[in-house]
């Protein structure tokens, strides 16, 4: 699987160029918001997959975490993340993280992002999983959107910046482990084409598409992790992934998030029989970290033999809830569940990865002018398990820091680079269903790396995934759908890898054949690097 450096072949000669200081890859919160924080006088490329708004950070739904109460402080959060991260933070990037965070929420509202408000007229702040005050900001049940779509508005008017849609990146390019850009396939004219900088910025997001169930657009294929990997970037983590407690259940719709900000509300869990079952798993009940309640759904589901559990806030007057979740209470009433009145189905999916590339608290990696940050970046702020709200704060304070570190970094280099290196091999094309791969990965994946896991499962999978992976070795890669699958297959089997490797229980990580926690062998990341 590591034999070929490019997933194409490449001649600079036969390829078209495009020069600019820095090149963008994604466009969620965590790429946007550094293109708008680099000065204006840097030329600027946003490449993005699909369009500009498809995107994880414009699905998120219940806030930013921020400490603005008289009675929180930045150290209060510092130390709830470093609880929910069991014991796997890097300390010195979460305090990056909540002593930044206030200046950068006070960005957004310069820039024009509404955000609920109190009576009083600041900002509205309601609590949610691990949290010890209430800190998260809103704006109603759509807080991803509502920023993205601010930030989007306003990045279009940037006439530093241009934006390229529907372009998938297959490669970053580098020469002696200094990156001069990207290749990229152009999907509205079918062809590939160089884009060349001195600073390139990989923000595309997790892998839960590798799951078959996941709160993930379908964007979420882990290219940006496979590209760094495939350049020598070192990867961080990797087999810690977050499944969120409660998306909704339902026959035909089982990916739609209830958010966490629902339970903040006061929502209970109830099992199949109607009973509250949290208070036996966790002293924070509903508000346990993410991975301790999904494991009780996950058990109650067990016991119980039903794949879902009920989350119950019919306490809650309707006018409340279609002021408070206007999404959540229209999603729902469209399948028939009134949340007003009946309980809501819901059952644990894929929702987040912690891990990713790894980078420094600048976003800087091994590669010399890579930088990463976003879901797509591990830098240890999230440890073992994510603090529920921390994800977008993320985005907005790396993102923020690339972009100010830009001016250092291109006033220290070349103006202009370029990439005269050819790469060809022997690969041919193969005649495979190539959806059907990915889907039984997903399988594979859900099963054996999931919420639960064991070695024999583990060791299943990882077999499942060496035989495609020999398969489409050799493979032509020529479209988007030869791009995915190699990054699939790449990227389970070294997800499996990590999660053999680690032979504990932490955070999301749980394995039934190492139930507890080992500190003295694993309070340390698991590095993949290629070769």
């Known amino acids: 699987m590591e034999k070929h450096r490019y997933l194409i ?99 957004l509202c310069k820039l024009g992002v509404e955000f609920d408000r109190s009576q009083n007229g600041g900002l509205s702040l309601t609590r949610e999983g691990a949290h010890s ?36 990146v297959l490669d970053i390019l580098t020469e002696n482990n200094i990156c001069k850009g ?91 029989k109607g009973i509250r079952f949290m208070p036996e798993y966790h002293e924070f009940n509903e508000l346990a970290p993410r991975d301790v309640v999904s494991r009780a759904i996950f058990e109650e589901m067990r016991k119980t033999d039903v794949e879902y559990v009920y989350l119950d806030i019919t306490f809650k007057s309707k006018e409340y809830l279609e002021r408070r979740f206007p999404n959540i209470y229209k ?10 009145k009946d309980y809501i189905p819901v059952a644990p999916v894929q929702h987040y990865c912690m891990g990713g590339i790894k980078t420094d608290e600048y976003g800087r990696t091994n590669i010399t002018g890579f930088y990463s940050c ?33 001016p250092n970094i291109l006033n220290n280099s070349l103006k202009k680079k370029d990439f005269t290196f050819r790469y060809e091999t022997s690969r041919a094309p193969l005649n495979i269903d190539k959806q059907a791969i990915k889907k039984e990965i997903q399988e594979i994946m859900t099963k054996n790396a999931g ?46 890898e990590s999660a053999l490797e680690r032979e504990e229980s932490r955070g999301a990580h749980f394995r039934s054949d190492f139930r507890e926690t080992d500190d003295k062998k694993w309070r340390k990341n698991i590095i993949k690097k290629w070769g």
């Open 9 to 107: 072949d490449i001649n600079p000669n036969k390829l078209q160029k495009e020069y600019h200081d820095v090149i963008i890859i994604g466009s969620g919160i965590a790429g946007i918001y550094a293109a708008i924080k680099i000065p204006k006088e840097y030329d600027i490329v946003i490449l993005t997959k699909k369009t500009l708004d498809v995107s994880n950070s414009a699905l998120a739904q219940g806030g930013i975490a921020v400490s603005l109460n008289k009675d929180d402080s930045p150290n209060f959060h510092l130390r709830d993340t470093l609880y929910a991260g069991a014991g796997l933070c890097n300390e010195r990037t979460v305090k990056v993280l909540v002593n930044e965070a206030s200046e950068n929420i006070t960005s």
């Open 133 to 168: 005050k209430n800190r998260i900001i809103h704006a109603g049940d759509i807080t991803g959107k509502v920023v993205c779509d601010k930030l989007n508005s306003i990045v279009k008017t940037y006439h530093n910046i241009k934006i390229k849609e529907t372009t998938f």
């Open 182 to 272: 990207v290749i990229a396939y152009d999907e509205n004219n079918s062809t590939f084409k160089l884009y060349l900088a001195n600073v390139v910025v990989c923000a595309t997001g997790g892998y839960g598409q590798l799951y078959a169930a996941t709160t993930n657009p379908e964007v979420s294929t882990g290219d940006g992790v496979c590209f760094a990997y495939r350049a020598g970037a070192e990867l961080m983590n990797l087999e810690l992934v977050q499944f969120h407690p409660t998306a909704f259940y339902h026959p035909e719709n089982k990916n739609f998030l209830i958010s966490e900000a629902v339970r903040g509300e006061g929502a209970l869990l109830k099992n199949i």
């Open 331 to 340: 999603t729902c009433l469209g399948y028939g569940v009134d949340m007003a």
């Open 374 to 406: 976003g879901e797509a970046a591990c830098n240890g702020i999230h440890g073992a398990n994510r603090l529920a709200s921390n994800s977008l704060l993320e985005g907005l304070v790396f993102g923020s820091r690339i972009g100010k570190e830009i």
């Open 451 to 496: 919420i639960v896991r064991d070695r024999d499962g583990l060791l299943f999978a990882k077999k499942k995934v060496d035989v495609y992976s020999n398969l489409v070795e050799q493979m032509t890669n020529q479209c988007i759908d030869d791009f995915e699958l190699q990054n699939y297959v790449l990227l389970s089997k070294l997800v499996l």
